[in-house]
């Protein structure tokens, strides 16, 4: 780990102020010290978040959502009673990943824009495509836990749970810079490797978010959540589905599904919710929903069981959703 110089920033103007220049800001520090001590990156300087007052509020208001502070932790979001109730596919999500040590450290800023946990991207011993290489190992090498979506020209899945919830809800970041504000949605946030292989989100070099936006759920919206690992605990999932529905009367008036695990980026599953729009879910609806979202997957050597896995999911996550039986984890 090389040397490094550290501020406790005291307001978010000093803290992106000192932003670019080799300037790195730290949260809970959960993803950061791994970076460090594997050598991905060799910051000048690193700013302390967790000294800047106001930036861990939750405000919720009926018609216009949810705001949350970045430094929020993921143990907040599982257990705070309106994200619970209002926006329970967030509060799952986040109370399902890693650990309840982790979970009371990791931040939901921190957690959006973390690294991801490819094995040879995060080995110093492979230069790879995104550390500016030639090649993709995981394309032809150890790839059962990569993407079976948008996995060229390199095969990374997104870490973040929580990014896949607030894709399905249509959130917001804002994002600061000295030069002022700009908002983005969740869902452009995010880059595929084949836009841009060395980064995964647009968040420029002196830019912080400030604030994530949850627009107000539509009237009588249910919401599921699933996340499959190799373990219980301790671990980044193999699978996870995010199921949002909006209901007119008994039928589907629009469904958000979007699927963690899966690609680079949150990855949208557009087939299967076109298959909901408009029609009454059963069993057979939610089975065909879950393979039109396989159809275009395309698996490397080691991770088609994937395929078989998702549809399953994405079935339960779904019936779930519409309070249906056969919707059990
Ligand atoms: C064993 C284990 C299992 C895990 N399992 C899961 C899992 O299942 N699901 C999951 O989602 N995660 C999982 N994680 C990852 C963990 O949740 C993240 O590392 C954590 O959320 C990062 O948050 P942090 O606050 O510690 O961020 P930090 O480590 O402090 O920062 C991470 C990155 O975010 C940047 N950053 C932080 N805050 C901001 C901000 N406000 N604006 C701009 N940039 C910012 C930092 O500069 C840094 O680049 C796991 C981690 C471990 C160790």
Redesign the pocket.
Known sequence: MNAFEWTDASSVDQAVNQLGNGT????????????LKERL?EPKRLVN?RTVPG?DHIQDDEQSGLKIG??V??AELDSNRVIRKRYTALAD?AG????PQ??N???????????PRCWYFRNEQFHCKKKGGELCYAQHGENQYHAIFDNDPCAIVH?????TALVAYGAKLELLSAKGKREVAAEEFFVLPSVDVHRENQ?GAD????EIRIPAPAAGMRAAYT?Q?EKES????IAEIVVLIEPDGDRCKRASIVLGAAAPVPHRAKEAEAALQGKRIDERLARDAAHAAMATAYPLEHNEYKIPLFEVLIRRTILAAAGQPGGGA
Not at 24 to 32: E, I, S, T
Not at 105 to 115: F, P
Not at 159 to 163: D, Q
Not at 207 to 210: G, L, P, Q, V
């Open positions: 790195v800001l730290k949260a809970g520090g959960v993803d950061l010290l791994d970076l990156i978040l930036l970045p430094l932790t993921l999500a399902n990943a890693a650990t982790i979970r450290m990791a931040t939901i800023g921190g957690n959006l824009v973390q690294r870490p973040s749970a929580t990014a968040l830019e912080m978010i400030t996340k690992g301790q671990d980044w999932p």
